[in-house]
């Protein structure tokens, strides 16, 4: 087996290679995954306010709203599997985690087996990966999911509350303590709400 190319190959043909930023179309040169500006537009925040909590209080980290170079980044991942944008982002939410919320493992929100076939990979578990290597936890995938997403219920006709146990943890692989859960964008939070009020 080739051993994959050292940082400093890969920097060089980085800056040889035209490839254009997800985030604007301009060149990227020597950086990975976002340009400077780019990079700059994202603003990891803790949110005290979301559809997770019924209560006020600060328990989501995001990187803004999901527009301009945000949504095109989540996009590419999406669908180029560009892991070393994952990692930008992964990063860069990394930073904004406060240390007292003691996260020991972070968790990908898993797609549903069929799309995952399809698809090849899990977006959130790219990011997840890299969220929690700057974090110096374990990536653990200790979910499944055991229905479709929200937007194949509701292309069937379905009600949302159908969603109900469309996760299913994994007793053995759940670590003890505070954990992240990682998603690309948040529109799952319905069944994330159940899976959490389950837990
Ligand atoms: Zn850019």
């Known amino acids: 087996m080739t051993a994959p190319p050292g940082p400093t190959l890969l920097g060089a043909l980085r800056a040889l290679l035209p490839r254009a930023c997800p ?16 990079r700059a537009a994202l603003r990891p925040q803790v949110q005290a306010h979301s559809p997770l909590r019924a209560h006020p209080e600060p328990h ?9 170079v945000r949504r095109r980044a989540v996009r590419e991942l999406k669908f180029a599997q560009a892991r070393d944008l ?10 904004g985690v406060p240390d007292t919320w003691n996260v020991q493992a972070v968790i990908p929100v898993p797609l549903h087996p069929t799309r995952q076939r399809e ?18 936890v374990p990536c653990v995938p200790a979910l499944t999911r055991t229905r479709a997403g929200a937007q194949q219920a509701r292309r069937h006709g379905a009600q949302r509350e159908d969603l109900h146990g469309a996760f299913r943890a994994h007793e053995g692989f759940l670590p003890t303590g505070p954990v992240l859960l990682i998603d690309d964008v948040l529109t799952t939070t319905s069944a994330l709400m159940h899976w959490l009020r389950r837990v």
């Open 119 to 136: 698809r090849g990979f899990n977006q959130s578990e790219l990011l997840g990966r890299a969220l929690a290597g700057a974090l110096a």
């Open 23 to 38: 985030g604007c179309g301009a060149q990227l040169g020597p950086h990975a995954g976002l340009c400077p500006a780019c």
């Open 86 to 95: 994952a990692r930008v982002l992964g990063e860069t939410l990394a930073t």
């Open 60 to 68: 989501l980290v995001t990187l803004g709203t999901y527009s301009g």
